[in-house]
């Protein structure tokens, strides 16, 4: 055999071999009676699409574990067509799916709460770019969400939020007042704008979306450690605000089509008013 053919085998054989990562489950839906196609949070790759081949069937080993919220430990190859062809799909074939313990039992506002985060990833994030300190957050954020304290529950949420915003690259430094590039003061109100970021705001104003300017510093000051933690803490001062500041930027930059999740939890609670009535 030629040294020419033994580094074409070589090299075919480093094309197949499966791909370890750690990852979660972002989206499922049917590719075949017994086959589906995966929407993958990774570590190591960011969110990736797979097809689980047979992973309907009954005996399946991987039918147990791909669900959401669980942790799992996953195997995959590019498809056939893709290493022909550059341009083609870039779906990837998953070759095994193991749990790697842990993972969130969600219920309730909690079980939302998770489908949105899921489905923010989906919208937000490109294929094949590696996230790992927002993998780190949304790891947190379930865990966060699991806490009976509905305090604890909704900061998480929120940190999860920031940190996603902070990723993009669309979250103005939140210790600056944008327009002047003046230092944030403590005790002034500001408003967190997806056009022109950080502005300050005379106080006294009526806003519900105001935000001290002691909450920002303190945002800013946990981002810059990297603590999940420390930045959910921090969001525990100012809930309300946040949550209608975040809520802005993000369906700024998730353009006009809204989210399924936020729209699928109001028609619940709509019904459930009625049934009260």
Request: hydrophobic fraction near 45%.
């Amino acid at each position: 055999m030629s040294l020419a053919q033994v580094d074409k085998d070589r090299l075919a054989t480093a094309l197949h071999a499966p791909v370890a990562s750690s990852a979660f489950v972002l989206h499922r839906h049917d590719w075949s009676e017994s086959s589906l196609i995966l929407e993958l949070f990774t570590l190591e790759k960011g969110r990736i699409t797979a097809l689980a081949k047979g992973a309907k069937r009954p005996h399946s080993q991987m039918r147990s574990v791909l669900l959401p919220f669980q942790r799992i430990h996953v195997a995959m190859t590019k498809g056939a067509r893709k290493e022909r062809d550059p341009t083609a799909s870039d779906i990837q074939t998953l070759r095994s799916a193991e749990w790697a313990g842990g993972g969130a039992v969600l219920g309730g506002a909690a079980l939302f709460s998770g489908f949105y985060m899921n489905e923010l990833l989906m919208r937000l994030l490109v294929r094949h770019e590696a996230r790992p300190r927002l993998f780190d957050a949304y790891v947190c954020a379930l865990r966060g969400l699991q806490d009976p304290l509905e305090t604890t529950a909704q900061a998480a949420l929120r940190a999860f939020e920031v940190r996603l915003l902070s990723e993009l690259g669309v979250l103005p430094d939140l210790s600056l007042c944008t327009p002047s590039q003046q230092a944030v003061r403590d005790d002034q109100p500001y408003q967190l704008t997806p056009d022109m970021g950080v502005i300050e705001v005379p106080s006294g104003s009526g806003a519900d979306d105001l935000l001290p300017g002691a909450l920002l510093i303190s945002l800013q000051a946990a981002l810059l450690h990297g603590s999940f933690p420390a930045l959910q803490q921090a969001c525990v001062a100012g809930l309300s605000p946040l949550k209608l500041a975040f809520r802005g930027l993000l369906h700024y930059h998730l353009g006009f089509m809204p989210l399924r999740t936020r729209q699928l939890m109001l028609d619940m609670q709509a019904m459930e008013r009625r049934v009260v009535l």
